[in-house]
């Protein structure tokens, strides 16, 4: 069974600078998310997906970040324009509709904002 | 106070130490409790997983949730150098008719030969 892919796996930009990541998540998988983690943190959810429905986005800075899940599959996470504070690792976890936090994670997509 | 904390370490232990990582909350409405380990450079992946208070072994690694005391724990038996990661502890609460957990900050675990 595949895992999660991200891509890119490492990213560097100047700030005020847009920035997209990208998340294939595990078929079957109908519930996906989105997490933060900066340096020496746990991950911090930004926002998840029931199929095609942002369920959960209270976290997600919406001035700058966006989401999008087409499909129900693949899911990209924007943001636009970066500021300094955005640099941290962005992670794309999935699971089965109903469990109770059993999620397997990418790799993540290390993100710099020079 | 976060809802989840945890000692970041670093832990370190010669090689077949017996390795003891907690973490305290403040929810009592956690349900689920789960560790996930965490390679340098890698998304984290699930290690242990319980349900309310009680141990789970599995293989060298036990887990114990103590939830009248909101403390849970993660023993490592016979510590290898290839455990040398981070651990992190997340607990759920049902949200919606979902689960989604809350991640504690880590603790990094160094083990020496």
């Known amino acids: 069974e595949a895992g999660v892919v991200q891509s890119p796996r490492y990213k560097i930009i100047e700030k005020k600078q847009p920035v997209a990541f990208w998340c294939n998540p595990i078929s079957g998988h109908n519930t996906l998310y989105w997490y933060r983690q900066n340096l020496g943190q746990g991950p911090e959810l930004l926002i998840r997906?029931?199929?095609?429905?942002?369920?959960?986005d209270s976290q997600l800075p919406k001035d700058r970040f966006s989401a999008e899940r087409l499909k129900g599959v693949d899911s990209t996470l924007k943001i636009q324009p970066a500021e300094l504070g955005d640099s941290a690792v962005y992670l794309c976890?999935?699971?089965?509709?109903?469990?109770?936090?059993?999620?397997?994670f990418g790799e993540g997509s290390r993100l710099t904002v020079l | 106070q976060k809802e989840v904390e945890q000692d970041p370490g670093p832990l370190s232990v010669p090689e077949g130490a017996i390795v003891s990582l907690n973490c305290t909350y403040s929810n009592s409405a956690f349900q689920y409790f789960m560790w996930y380990r965490q390679y340098s450079r890698k998304g984290p992946e699930l290690l242990m997983y319980?349900?309310?208070?009680g141990n789970k072994e599995d293989g060298r690694f036990t887990a114990q949730v103590d939830k009248s005391s909101k403390y849970i724990s993660l023993f490592i038996r016979d510590s290898q150098p290839s455990d040398s990661a981070t651990y992190l502890c997340?607990?759920?609460?049902?949200?919606?008719?979902?689960?989604?957990?809350?991640f504690g900050r880590g603790t990094s675990l160094i083990v020496h030969p």
């Open positions: 319980t349900y309310s208070s």
């Open positions: 997340a607990m759920s609460s049902p949200s919606g008719g979902s689960y989604i957990p809350t």
């Open positions: 976890a999935s699971s089965r509709t109903g469990v109770t936090g059993e999620l397997f």
């Open positions: 997906y029931e199929n095609e429905e942002a369920v959960d």
